[in-house]
């Protein structure tokens, strides 16, 4: 033995396992390092914000919407402060234990399966939001929540904006309603700013001018404790009103004829006939506007959409009616600017017209008796207008017709406006394949038949024969005051000048004024010192055979429509009433007297001197 030492030889088998385990730990060092760096660096301001939001709240304040305004300054659709039940998702514990809870201790009034998908909505796609579940809460509920707030966590009462119409339903078909922004609405292109809760118009003028309207949303960024509570504001940026919409309404005519129009069915609408300035528009029944402020419930707006009165639909502006005798002065005005008829000459009526084997009959059963054109428009004479009707044929009728405003869009600025029908020859072609014949002729000349139109479209007529062819746009908005304070006005628009002579649109307004001054069928509507100039009309419904039968003593389904449709002063005219009631019976007796009770508030105000010689 030499006494050296040998050296031990490695195992080779050992030395690669060390050096694949040495590389591992490397690779899970470089890893760890890397994800340290993705954390540190990369995605630090994804994690500063999920940790600020562990601690910080955005508090969504919603924008006021701005004023609408009457013609006097009054606000018929405001902003108040009401208490509202605000819920932010990220700190809610138990939502269905807590929506249960709510409803027992404040009479949750609102869908509670609603409320729950919006809350499970948001907590998938921004749990960070705030969103209003609840509005203008009592001040007991408001008790009751604050007292139950460690029960609550993610719930908190706030003072928010809320929308007020405090004339309820007298402007609320004209004004519509404000709802929350759909999805679908907050996708529309410029309605980015929008948000979940956020209130837009959904109807009516809130609808239409909802982008001046509508303000900026502000924000207060709040320190919470663990349970969501606010402890310490932070940062505050304040929202903007909207801007202002001044209309010609009129509070004093649109309350006055929501009060004549009671609990009956129909439309009034008053408008000045030389600007075209709508004074007053009220349909009937109505609904009132503030519970869609609040946040309608299902079974509300289920009940609202089934009655058969129809309160949700605008009558003046979407119902179409047979016209009856308001139509007449058309035709009498047809006839007279064909020269195909003589106001003087006569027409006997011995209670009907026969044509063919078909027998129709006049209103009055015995018959008017020989009745020229004057006393043909007075006292509504049938067989007169059956003859007339008959001779003018539907092509004459309906261009004079739609010239004056029927079976057209008027233009009105209030959006879902309905067209109304005036038929003719080719209408008949296209729709049934079929030639016209000589009866419907017949039922032209008295408003019956095919014929339906709005009242709104009857009321631009008739203005349209008060300022002897001038055609003016209707419009509701007279100025728009922006966000910014920029002034936007509504002029009078004249759409056409009819080229009616002068001679014959003075006869027809005499003959108008004989209506209601000179025993006429709309004596019901006569005003001491004001010459009014209008004209009844009974639409009828559906036929009743045999011997003739009063409306009233018929089911109200089938009762004819009363319309009553008049200007005034009729030498000066200053403003053009409508009245129709749905199933209301005589024109004469149902609607007059309202068209009277709305002239009569017109004028209260307003001194009339006496009527220029030579008028009617």
């Given at each position: 033995?030499?006494g050296?030492?040998?050296?031990?030889?490695?195992?080779?088998?050992?030395?690669?396992?060390?050096?694949?385990?040495?590389?591992?730990?490397?690779?899970?060092?470089?890893?760890l390092?890397?994800r340290?760096?993705?954390?540190?660096?990369v995605?630090?301001?994804?994690?500063?914000?999920?940790s600020?939001?562990?601690?910080?709240?955005?508090?969504?304040?919603?924008?006021?919407?701005?004023?609408?305004?009457?013609?006097?300054?009054r606000?018929?659709?405001e902003?108040?402060?009401?208490?509202?039940?605000?819920?932010?998702?990220?700190?809610?514990?138990?939502?269905?234990?807590?929506?249960?809870?709510?409803?027992?201790?404040?009479?949750?009034?609102?869908?509670?399966?609603?409320?729950?998908?919006k809350?499970?909505?948001a907590?998938?796609?921004?749990?960070?939001?705030?969103?209003?579940?609840?509005?203008?809460?009592?001040?007991e509920q408001?008790?009751?929540v604050?007292?139950?707030?460690?029960n609550?966590?993610?719930?908190?009462v706030?003072?928010?904006?809320?929308?007020?119409?405090?004339?309820?339903?007298?402007?609320?078909?004209?004004?519509?309603?404000?709802?929350?922004a759909s999805?679908?609405?907050?996708?529309?292109?410029?309605?980015?700013?929008?948000?979940?809760?956020?209130?837009?118009?959904?109807y009516?003028?809130?609808?239409?001018?909802?982008?001046?309207?509508?303000?900026?949303?502000?924000?207060?960024?709040v320190?919470?404790?663990a349970?969501?509570?606010?402890?310490?504001?932070?940062?505050e940026?304040?929202?903007?009103?909207?801007?202002?919409?001044?209309?010609?309404?009129d509070?004093?005519?649109?309350?006055?004829?929501?009060?004549?129009?009671?609990?009956?069915?129909?439309?009034?609408?008053?408008?000045?006939?030389?600007?075209?300035?709508?004074?007053?528009?009220?349909?009937?029944?109505?609904?009132?506007?503030?519970?869609?402020?609040?946040?309608?419930?299902?079974?509300?707006?289920?009940?609202?959409?089934?009655?058969?009165?129809?309160?949700?639909?605008?009558?003046?502006?979407q119902?179409?009616?047979?016209?009856?005798s308001?139509?007449?002065?058309?035709?009498?005005m047809?006839?007279l600017?064909?020269?195909?008829?003589?106001?003087?000459?006569?027409?006997?009526c011995?209670?009907?017209?026969?044509?063919g084997?078909?027998?129709?009959?006049?209103?009055?059963?015995?018959?008017?008796?020989?009745?020229?054109?004057?006393?043909?428009?007075?006292?509504s004479?049938?067989?007169?207008?059956?003859?007339l009707?008959?001779?003018?044929?539907?092509?004459?009728?309906?261009?004079l017709?739609?010239?004056?405003?029927?079976?057209?869009?008027?233009?009105?600025?209030?959006?879902?406006?309905?067209k109304?029908?005036?038929?003719?020859?080719?209408?008949?072609r296209?729709?049934?394949?079929?030639?016209?014949?000589?009866?419907?002729?017949?039922?032209?000349?008295?408003?019956?038949?095919?014929?339906?139109?709005t009242?709104?479209e009857?009321?631009?007529?008739y203005?349209?024969?008060a300022?002897?062819?001038?055609?003016?746009?209707?419009?509701?908005?007279?100025?728009?005051?922006?966000m910014?304070?920029?002034?936007r006005?509504?002029?009078?628009?004249?759409m056409?000048?009819?080229?009616w002579?002068?001679?014959?649109?003075?006869?027809?307004?005499?003959?108008?004024?004989?209506?209601v001054?000179?025993?006429?069928?709309?004596g019901?509507?006569?005003l001491p010192?004001?010459v009014?100039?209008?004209k009844?009309?009974?639409?009828?419904?559906?036929?009743?055979?045999?011997?003739m039968?009063?409306?009233?003593?018929l089911?109200?389904?089938?009762?004819?429509h009363?319309?009553?449709?008049?200007?005034?002063?009729?030498?000066?005219?200053?403003i053009?009433?409508a009245?129709?009631?749905?199933?209301?019976?005589?024109?004469?007796?149902?609607?007059?007297?309202?068209?009277?009770?709305?002239?009569?508030?017109?004028?209260?105000?307003?001194?009339?001197?006496?009527p220029?010689?030579?008028?009617?």
């Open positions: 033995m030499t050296r030492i040998r050296k031990r030889e490695q195992d080779p088998d050992i030395t690669r396992r060390s050096r694949i385990l040495l590389y591992v730990a490397f690779g899970a060092f470089a890893l390092l890397g340290f760096y993705w954390l540190q660096v995605e630090s301001g994804r994690y500063r914000n999920l600020e939001n562990n601690r910080l709240r955005m508090r969504t304040v919603r924008a006021p919407r701005g004023l609408i305004l009457d013609r006097k300054g606000a018929i659709a902003t108040q402060g009401s208490f509202a039940l605000v819920c932010s998702p990220v700190d809610v514990k138990d939502l269905e234990g807590e929506i249960r809870l709510l409803n027992e201790i404040m009479e949750f009034d609102v869908d509670e399966e609603e409320v729950l998908e809350i499970r909505t907590q998938r796609s921004n749990p960070y939001s705030s969103l209003t579940v609840a509005r203008d809460l009592r001040f408001v008790s009751v604050e007292f139950n707030r460690e609550l966590p993610g719930f908190s706030l003072v928010e904006a809320k929308r007020s119409y405090p004339y309820g339903e007298a402007f609320a078909h004209v004004l519509g309603y404000v709802g929350e999805p679908e609405e907050m996708e529309k292109p410029g309605n980015e700013p929008l948000m979940m809760g956020d209130l837009i118009g959904k009516g003028l809130e609808r239409l001018a909802d982008n001046v309207l509508r303000g900026v949303n502000g924000g207060r960024k320190e919470v404790d349970a969501g509570r606010d402890q310490r504001l932070v940062e940026v304040p929202s903007r009103t909207g801007g202002t919409v001044h209309t010609s309404l509070v004093d005519l649109q309350v006055t004829a929501q009060e004549a129009m009671g609990d009956r069915a129909g439309a009034v609408i008053a408008l000045a006939p030389r600007t075209g300035e709508v004074l007053a528009f009220y349909s009937g029944p109505g609904f009132d506007p503030n519970m869609f402020a609040r946040g309608i419930r299902r079974a509300d707006w289920q009940a609202l959409n089934t009655n058969p009165r129809k309160p949700m639909q605008n009558k003046g502006l119902g179409t009616y047979a016209p009856g308001t139509i007449k002065p058309f035709l009498a047809a006839a600017e064909e020269k195909m008829q003589e106001i003087g000459k006569p027409v006997v011995p209670g009907s017209y026969r044509l084997n078909r027998v129709f009959r006049c209103w009055k059963e015995k018959g008017h008796g020989a009745v020229d054109m004057y006393r043909a428009i007075v006292q004479c049938d067989v007169y207008f059956y003859t009707g008959l001779k003018l044929g539907p092509e004459r009728v309906a261009k017709e739609r010239d004056a405003g029927l079976g057209t869009i008027t233009g009105i600025d209030l959006p879902g406006e309905r109304g029908l005036v038929p003719d020859m080719e209408w008949k296209t729709v049934s394949k079929e030639r016209w014949y000589d009866y419907e002729s017949l039922l032209l000349g008295i408003g019956q038949g095919a014929v339906h139109l009242p709104l009857m009321t631009v007529g203005a349209t024969l300022t002897g062819g001038e055609v003016m746009r209707p419009r509701v908005i007279s100025k728009v005051i922006g910014d304070g920029a002034v006005s509504a002029p009078p628009e004249r056409r000048k009819l080229p002579k002068p001679e014959n649109v003075e006869f027809i307004r005499k003959a108008l004024a004989g209506v001054n000179d025993f006429g069928t709309g019901a509507a006569k010192g004001i009014v100039g209008g009844t009309g009974t639409a009828q419904v559906a036929s009743v055979k045999g011997k039968i009063k409306s009233e003593h089911p109200y389904e089938i009762r004819d009363a319309w009553f449709i008049a200007f005034a002063p009729v030498d000066d005219p200053q053009c009433v009245a129709m009631v749905e199933h209301g019976g005589h024109g004469g007796s149902a609607a007059a007297p309202i068209v009277k009770l709305v002239m009569q508030e017109f004028f209260r105000t307003r001194f009339v001197g006496p220029r010689k030579g008028g009617a």
